[in-house]
């Protein structure tokens, strides 16, 4: 009796082990190959999965993140014949885990000798200072053949860079001299450019003077014009205010010595200090009228029989 619940127990631990080493858990981004006597038979993603003991094994466990592969520099040759050293940087992601299992051995290895490989081929049809100047350009050619020629290894180019050119030390060089040469040059441009601009702002200062001089001169030249103008009307005016007053003072005078009524002999007196007036003048010919000219004889008269 002992024996068979020894038996019992032992087959039960049996059984209680295969079932708790066959019980698998897949984490997040990675994938399970999962191979039935020595065939591919399906694909684990993430969760819990039971394997079953000798007849299942897990062939390769496959990172799906995007991973980055820093490949060696390797020599090229450009189109005119300089060797320079360029290294690579490429970015890839496995998107079928069966494929990158049985696609390709070593598939980093494919990679980077596929890089270096293509790398020669672009860079051979391309001249040193284009090489220099379209990473660009020669980063997108190299990701489209790569992830072309990768497509059946479940891999895929998220992205390639040109990480480091380094051109020989005589080439380097000269360009450094030649870059010396530009800046030199745009600076003397630059220069040239700031003095003509500076002479033309001066110019234009002068001309901006010159300008508002003439316009104050202007200015100044019409205003005492017109004070000058204001000047006279005022005079003329206030000449013809002082004839209006002197004729409304004699109409005055006229007008009180009428309303008096002066005698004969006031008149007689008047005509005569009139005419010493006009005597007193600057007239060569003197018109007298006659009642003044019987006055006159009659003064005369006066006078001799005195």
Do not use: C
Not at 60 to 85: G, Y
Not at 132 to 155: F, V, Y
Not at 231 to 249: D, G, H, P, T
């Amino acid at each position: 009796m002992i024996p068979a619940i020894i038996a019992i127990s032992a087959v039960a631990l049996i059984i209680l082990i295969v079932i708790v080493t066959g019980i698998k858990i897949v984490p997040q981004a990675k994938a399970y190959v999962i191979e039935r006597f020595g065939a591919y038979d399906k694909t684990w993603q993430t969760g819990l999965h039971f394997l079953i003991p000798i007849v299942e094994r897990i062939s390769k466990i496959v990172s799906l993140k995007e991973q980055v592969a820093d490949f060696a520099p390797q020599p090229v040759i450009t189109k005119d014949n300089v060797t320079m050293q360029i290294d690579t940087v490429v970015f890839f992601q496995i998107t079928d885990a069966k494929l990158y299992a049985y696609g390709v051995e070593r598939p980093l290895m494919a990679i980077e000798n596929l890089t270096a490989t293509t790398l020669r081929n672009i860079i051979g049809d391309l001249e040193l200072d284009n090489t220099l100047t379209s990473r660009d350009t020669i980063n997108a050619k190299i990701r489209s053949i790569l992830d072309e020629a990768t497509d059946p290894w479940g891999i895929k180019i998220t992205r390639v860079e040109l990480k480091n050119i380094k051109p020989p030390a005589e080439i380097q060089d000269a360009m450094e001299k030649q870059m010396k040469a530009e800046r030199q040059r745009r600076e003397a441009i630059l220069k040239a450019e700031g003095e003509k601009a500076s002479s033309i702002l001066v110019a234009e200062g002068k001309k901006a003077s010159q300008i508002l001089e003439a316009e104050a001169q202007k200015e100044s030249a019409i205003l005492k014009a017109e004070a000058e103008k204001q000047a006279q009307i005022l005079k003329a005016e206030a000449e013809k205010e002082s004839i209006l007053r002197v004729n409304e003072a004699h109409a005055e005078s006229i007008r009180m010595i009428n309303e008096a009524k002066p005698d004969e002999a006031y008149l007689t007196m008047k005509k005569l200090e009139a005419l010493e007036r006009v005597g007193d003048g600057q007239a060569t010919k003197i018109i007298i009228p006659s009642e003044l000219q019987k006055l006159v004889g009659l003064v005369n008269t006066i006078k001799d029989g005195n």
